[in-house]
């Protein structure tokens, strides 16, 4: 079952943008779930990913600026963008699997995206 990611827009640099993303059932109790993003003819990042406990990581791209939360109840996982660069402008999706090791190699789930544009 796909994820449905949401949030994304226009923005200015500097600017703020909170993307939510919509996972099945019982999803955030048993798999890890992370953040990726891609531009068009580049390669897919992984820029942060959350564990069933809790615990997060991130690329050093995003370090310091982004946060991943969850909201179990909702069955959503949440990515908190702050002081947004051009560089961040992409398409963003999420996705899942047992760890976050295994997301770096494989993740399910991967929906639609949403678009991030930041303008200078």
């Known amino acids: 079952e796909r994820h449905v990611e949401s949030g994304g827009g226009w923005v200015q640099t500097g600017g703020s943008l909170r993307l939510s993303c919509a996972v099945p059932?019982?999803?955030?109790?048993?798999?890890?779930v992370g953040w990726f993003r891609q531009v068009s003819g580049k390669e897919r990042e992984g820029i942060a990913c959350i564990t069933t406990n809790d615990r997060t990581s991130y690329a050093d791209s995003v370090k310091g600026r982004f946060t991943i939360s969850t909201d179990n109840g909702k069955g959503e996982v949440y990515l908190q963008m702050n002081n947004l660069k051009p560089e961040d402008t992409a398409v963003y999706y999420c996705a899942a699997d047992l760890s976050c090791l295994d997301l770096t190699r494989g993740g399910w789930g991967w929906g639609q995206g949403t678009q991030v544009t930041v303008s200078s």
């Open positions: 059932g019982a999803t955030l109790e048993h798999y890890a």
